[in-house]
Structure formats: C-alpha cells, structure tokens
C-alpha cells in the first residue's frame, strides 16, 4: 500500500515500542517519516532502520515538552520534506504509585510529557496543516483513563488527551485537520514490562496474567496498535474526528 505517498508525518516517541512500529508502518506505506524521541540516538537506530528497508526517514532528538526546542523541530521537518500532513503524539512516561504515596514530581512530569507535550506538538504542527487545508492528527491516550489503581497521574493526563482530541477536532475540522485518539489497553512494550517489575513480577508472567482478563486472551503488539494508528492517520478515515478508538482486546 501506498496510503502516505508524497505524505510528511512526525511521530513522537518514536525511538521504541508503539512510535517505532507507527514509524515504521508509515514508511512501509510511503511516507517521509520524522522519527522523533527523547534519546538522539534511539531516533536515529529507528531511522536508519527504515532507511534500510528503503523507507524515507530522519532520527532526531527532542524533548517534547519544550516550546522551542518543539517548534524547531516541526520548523526542521517542514523545511526538509516540504511540509507535515501526519503528527502522531505518542511520546508517555509513567510514574506509578499510589495516591498516598506520589509526589508531585511524578504527578507534575507524568502530566507534561503525556500531555502537555501533545498541546505542543498540535499547537506547532497546526500551522503548517491548516495553511495545507490537510492534516492528520492521532493522539496516543490509553484504557488507564477508565480509571487505573497506582497511576492517578497517568489515568488523568490520558483522560485530558481524550478532551483535548475532542476539542481540537471542534476547532480545527474547518481546515480539513482531524484529529484523533486510540486508546490502548496492555501491549508488551518496555513501559509495560517496567510496571511488571515494578508489581514484583516478571513480563511473562504479567502478560500471561492481563491476557487470562482479556476476551481475546492475549495482550496486543506494537504492530497492532500502529496499524490502527495508520488508518486514523490515512485518507480511509477522511471522515472520522473527534473519536478516541479503544484498542485492548474486547476488554470492558
């Protein structure tokens, strides 16, 4: 398929787990791919990675929580393909603990980079689509906004994606923007095997535990998330905006 021809998309956190495989299914599909983390030089293994394949890519660094250092970013990729028709908000942290015991920093941080750096990302990336009259944009929100012991942090910051998807499709459907959110529930990432060891178990056995409570009896891989990603980033949802998309399984 060639859904992204001749397409520009940004995807953040990019450097492993869902934003990996995001990257890595848009490239598959045509698009020039700005694979964008944290850590420089994860961004750039991912990039040469679908250079490889054959794909068009290009790693960089950035801390998504930053104003400036995000709209040099965004400045960097429109300049060097031409413009940004795809923002893909994936970049997340957690900080889990229980009510009693979290402290502001974790609840402060969790916030920012879960949320406030999808504010960011949408408020640079928005320019360049609406001059366009196009853009797609699909924010990463989660189950855990249902509600979700140990991440009260966590579970907000991902109920304000929701609103915020909501908001921004309001605002910016009259440019021809959606904007979108898929909610996944547990996927066997590097973030999830964290939470196993921090619950005092191992990946295996936490995967093997969530997937006995899910309809589908197993949890979902990167490739599945971004799959969905992709349709929600692509013209076959032309007409879809505003919708958060649960991911998990069958799970309620």
């Known amino acids: 398929m060639t859904r992204f021809a001749d397409r520009v998309a940004v995807v953040t956190g990019a450097g492993q787990g869902i934003g990996a495989a995001t ?4 490239a598959d599909e045509g698009a020039a791919v700005a694979v964008v983390d944290l850590d ?3 961004a750039e293994t991912v990039a040469g990675k679908i250079a490889a394949a054959g794909g068009r890519a290009v790693g960089i660094g950035c ?11 965004t400045e960097r990729v429109a300049q ?9 908000n994936n970049a997340g942290i ?7 015991k979290m402290s ?37 929100g ?19 994606v929701q609103g915020l998807t909501a908001t921004l499709a309001v605002e910016l459907g009259p440019f021809n923007v959606t904007v979108n959110a898929v909610a996944p529930g547990y996927v066997a990432t590097a973030m ?13 056995d936490h995967q093997r535990m969530v997937a006995e409570h899910t309809p589908l009896r197993r949890v979902a891989q990167p490739t599945e998330i971004a799959s969905v990603i992709a349709f929600l980033a692509s013209d076959d949802a032309s007409y879809v905006s505003g919708q958060t998309l649960y991911v998990n399984g069958g799970a309620r």
Request: hydrophobic share 45%; proline share 3%.
């Open 192 to 204: 999830t095997a964290a939470t196993a060891q921090r619950v005092g178990s191992t990946p295996e």
């Open 94 to 100: 957690t900080r889990d603990d229980l009510l009693f």
């Open 63 to 73: 801390d998504v929580t930053d104003p400036d250092a995000v709209t040099a970013m």
């Open 80 to 88: 060097t393909y031409g413009g940004l028709h795809v923002l893909v």
């Open 142 to 160: 989660s189950r855990s906004a249902l509600g979700n012991r140990g991440q009260a942090n966590y579970a907000a910051a991902k109920a304000g």
């Open 104 to 140: 502001l920093p974790a609840w402060e941080s969790v916030l920012t980079t879960n949320l406030t750096s999808m504010f960011l990302c949408c408020q640079a990336a928005q320019g360049h689509m609406v001059a366009a009259r196009y853009g797609r944009i699909v924010n990463l």
């Open 40 to 42: 420089a030089a994860r």
């Open 23 to 26: 990257a890595h299914r848009l």
